[in-house]
């Protein structure tokens, strides 16, 4: 299916574990993104892609990984997760093609206990 | 990076026009405006974008001052569907990176 997919959508970890979230685009977009939404706020950005193997940080990157092997894939790792970190994550990805539009995934609910 | 500043949230009934309006004093001259939907569980969704004056789409209007110090998402005869986070950005579309997504606006739209 075309679009962008995020796996899984919902994930419960302990503390101190390391997990990794998945985000897949099927339409070769360059830029990508990903987002974490906690309750009741807007979306801060974590990291964020222009191509295959260039990333750079967002406004809060501390305690994620990123990479980017492929263009279509852009999968997020917190090398050890923290309480802190319980949050919806959201991936998208944006073309530039003259417009501010980005499509998002429909999230990952990743919980840390 | 131009600070937006929205109402936090907004009530409504099904069948108004319903504006939301978004402060942004201090936006450059290359940066554009743009407002995103959200609704419960899922992610944000492209709206509408607009430099100056009016832009109108299948969904809303957006109305720019000459100053371009704010603006103004319409949307015309809202549904109950229409409950939603609305946010409004502004940067250079060059570099999606840089916007900045606020609180949003809260839409809670009343039969």
């Known amino acids: 299916d075309a679009g962008i997919t995020q796996s899984p959508r919902y994930k419960i970890t302990e503390t101190g574990r390391q997990v990794t979230l998945m985000c897949h685009q099927t339409?070769?977009?360059?830029?990508m993104f990903w987002y974490r939404q906690d309750l009741g706020h807007g979306l801060r950005l974590i990291y964020y892609?222009?191509?295959?193997?260039?990333?750079d940080k967002g406004e809060v990157p501390d305690g994620y990984v990123v990479s980017r092997s492929k263009t279509e894939n852009f999968p997020l790792t917190l090398e050890s997760a923290t309480r802190s970190q319980t949050s919806v994550y959201f991936c998208?990805?944006?073309?530039?093609?003259?417009?501010?539009?980005?499509?998002f995934g429909q999230g990952t609910r990743l919980t840390v206990v | 990076l131009a600070k937006t500043t929205q109402p936090i949230s907004m009530d409504s009934y099904e069948g108004q026009e319903v504006n939301i309006t978004c402060s942004h004093n201090?936006?450059?001259?290359?940066?554009?405006i743009t407002w995103y939907q959200q609704f419960p569980s899922q992610g944000p969704r492209f709206i509408i974008q607009?430099?100056?004056t009016k832009v109108t789409n299948e969904v809303a209007s957006l109305f720019i001052p000459a100053d371009r110090k704010s603006s103004t998402l319409s949307l015309p005869r809202v549904s109950l569907s229409d409950t939603a986070v609305y946010y409004c950005?502004?940067?250079?579309?060059?570099?999606?990176?840089?916007?900045?997504f606020g609180s949003g606006t809260k839409l809670n739209v009343k039969p």
């Open positions: 339409w070769s977009h360059s830029y």
């Open positions: 201090n936006i450059a001259t290359n940066d554009y």
């Open positions: 998208a990805s944006n073309i530039l093609a003259g417009r501010a539009e980005a499509f």
């Open positions: 950005l502004v940067g250079d579309i060059r570099n999606f990176n840089k916007f900045y």
């Open positions: 607009g430099y100056k």
């Open positions: 892609s222009a191509a295959a193997d260039i990333t």
